[in-house]
């Protein structure tokens, strides 16, 4: 194992130097993107809504990190929350808690009679609000290892607030994920019906957030490995306590 991961780190270092298939990943997933590609996938009878590549890279640092805890903004249909839930339940530990400013009543009822429902709790109402911060504290405390998820209002001053509040409760050796970064690369007229785009969107935010805090870096590693991937740059690595 010890040969096969050496030689597998210098694959990826090769893969990493090759800018012409960076530029084809990211041309690839703008035009799979016109097609809603990443809602076409599941976890366990759930909507996932994200690239099959992403799902096995949390897949891989869940089962490396095992977390007490995964928090996760943004919940949608509820399949991430179902896909963390069923690797903790392998585990055999953890819970995760899903936050949403509008958790639609249709996704509660079928998060909630769920079997793996036991080891998920969801908090209604914005990620950044002080109550729901409150909440969120109290409930990580006593937790050794926590994982953290952003994937909720992606404008950089939202993420950049979320960024600011949730990564302090990331531990040591585990990660702060910050989904959709990819905006930032893609065409300027790409998002015209939402408020975000490029110079306003998660990237941009994770660039400004990792100025002023030394905690975290970027793991390089996970996007060179993956090439179609929705965060580039945004598997971020707590690197201090």
Avoid at 9 to 17: D, V
Avoid at 70 to 98: D, K, P
Wanted: overall charge negative; charged content about 30%.
């Amino acid at each position: 194992m010890k040969e096969f991961t050496a030689e597998k780190r210098e694959w990826i270092n090769a893969l990493s130097k090759n800018e012409e298939l960076k530029k084809d990943s990211v041309d690839w997933i703008e035009k799979a993107s016109h097609y809603k590609y990443s809602y076409y996938f599941s976890w366990l009878g759930r909507p996932i809504i994200q690239f099959p590549q992403d799902i096995i890279a949390m897949q891989e640092l869940i089962w490396e990190s095992k977390p007490d805890l995964i928090i996760e903004t943004g919940i949608a249909h509820g399949g991430s929350l179902i896909f963390y839930a069923s690797l903790l339940e392998l585990i055999g530990n953890g819970h995760v808690l899903g936050i949403d400013i509008d958790i639609r009543e249709h996704n509660r009822v079928e998060i909630e009679k769920h079997s793996l429902h036991k080891r998920i709790t969801m908090y209604q109402g914005s990620s950044i609000d002080i109550d729901i911060i409150k909440r969120v504290y109290e409930f990580a405390k006593g937790k050794k290892k926590v994982l953290v998820v952003l994937d909720s209002n992606h404008t950089h001053q939202h993420v950049l607030k979320e960024l600011e509040l949730y990564s302090p409760l990331v531990t040591k050796g585990s990660y702060l994920v910050v989904f959709d970064t990819i905006v930032e690369d893609m065409h300027d007229n790409f998002f015209l019906d939402r408020p975000w785009g490029k110079g306003d969107n998660p990237k941009t935010a994770v660039w400004e957030f990792l100025k002023n805090n030394k905690r975290f870096v970027v793991d390089k590693d996970i996007q060179n490995k993956l090439l179609i991937t929705v965060a580039p740059d945004g598997y971020l690595k707590c690197v201090e306590d």
